[in-house]
C-alpha cells in the first residue's frame, strides 16, 4: 500500500491525480487525518495503513516566515515531523520518498552552475537547515529511502509564484519581481512523475536532484 503525506498541498495534490490516472491503490493524508509532529499519531495510521512505500509530501515551505513567526512550526513539520514518518516507515519496512529543496545549500555557485548531489549542504535559512536535518533524519532512521531535492516548484493546486503573481496582475497595473535571483523552476507533475519513477523501478537508494530543464537559469523577474 502506498501513503501519501501532506496529501492536500500543491504536491500531494498533483501525485494524487496521477496516481488516481494509475488507478494506483494509495492513502492520502493531511494533517487532519495525520499530524506528523505527533508521533503516537503516525504510529496509529502506520500501523492501520501498513505501507509499504511513502511518499512525504508534507512540509512547511514558507521560507521568509521561516526566519521570523514561522519559525517553530518549520522546524516541528519539518524536522521533528520528518523525523516521526521516517522511524514509522522503517518499522513497516516501507520505502520513503522525500522532497528536500535546493536551500540546503549556500546558493554561492556560479549562475548556470549545477549543483550536484556530492555538494555539500551549506543551508543559509532556517528553511534551508530545516530541510538539510530532515534528510540527516530520514538517513539516520531509513534503510531505503530516496531524497528528492529540487527548486522553485509550481503546479495546478495550491499556493505557488505562479499564481500569486497572476493574482497580483489582476490588481495592479505594474509588478515589481527581484532578478537578482536565479533558478530553474519545476512542474509539480514532472516532481510527481519522477518521485513514481524512482520507486516503481527500484533505482539505487540515495540523492536526486531534480528541476525541469532549461537552457539556462531564469530569475523570479523574468518567471513573473
Not at 79 to 99: M, R
Not at 169 to 186: C, E, I, S, Y
Amino acid at each position: 500500500m502506498i501513503l501519501v503525506t501532506g496529501a492536500n498541498g500543491q504536491l500531494g495534490t498533483e501525485l494524487r491525480h496521477l496516481l488516481d490516472e494509475r488507478n494506483e491503490e494509495y492513502v492520502a493524508v493531511d494533517v487532519a487525518e495525520m499530524d506528523i509532529t505527533d508521533a503516537d499519531k503516525v504510529d496509529e495510521v502506520f500501523a492501520e495503513v501498513k505501507p509499504t512505500l511513502v511518499y512525504h509530501c508534507a512540509a512547511y515551505t514558507a521560507v521568509d516566515a521561516a526566519e521570523d513567526e514561522g519559525k517553530e512550526l518549520d522546524y516541528a513539520i519539518n524536522v521533528t515531523g520528518t523525523e516521526n514518518v521516517a522511524k514509522a516507515a522503517e518499522k513497516h519496512g516501507a520505502t520513503l520518498v522525500y522532497i528536500s529543496t535546493d536551500y540546503v545549500f549556500d546558493g554561492e555557485k556560479p549562475v548556470g552552475q549545477e549543483w550536484e548531489v556530492d555538494d555539500k549542504p551549506d543551508p543559509q535559512t532556517e528553511y534551508g537547515r530545516t530541510k538539510r536535518m530532515g534528510e540527516e533524519l530520514v538517513e539516520k532512521h531509513v534503510t531505503n529511502y530516496y531524497i528528492i531535492r529540487t527548486a522553485w516548484v509550481f503546479g495546478n493546486y495550491g499556493k505557488n509564484f505562479v499564481f500569486t503573481m497572476q493574482n497580483l496582475a489582476k490588481a495592479h497595473k505594474t509588478l515589481t519581481v527581484v532578478n537578482d535571483q536565479h533558478g530553474r523552476p519545476t512542474w509539480t507533475r514532472t516532481l510527481a512523475e519522477f518521485m513514481t519513477y524512482l520507486a516503481e523501478n527500484r533505482k539505487e537508494y540515495g540523492y536526486y536532484h531534480l528541476s525541469n530543464d532549461a537552457a539556462e537559469d531564469t530569475t523570479w523577474y523574468d518567471f513573473a
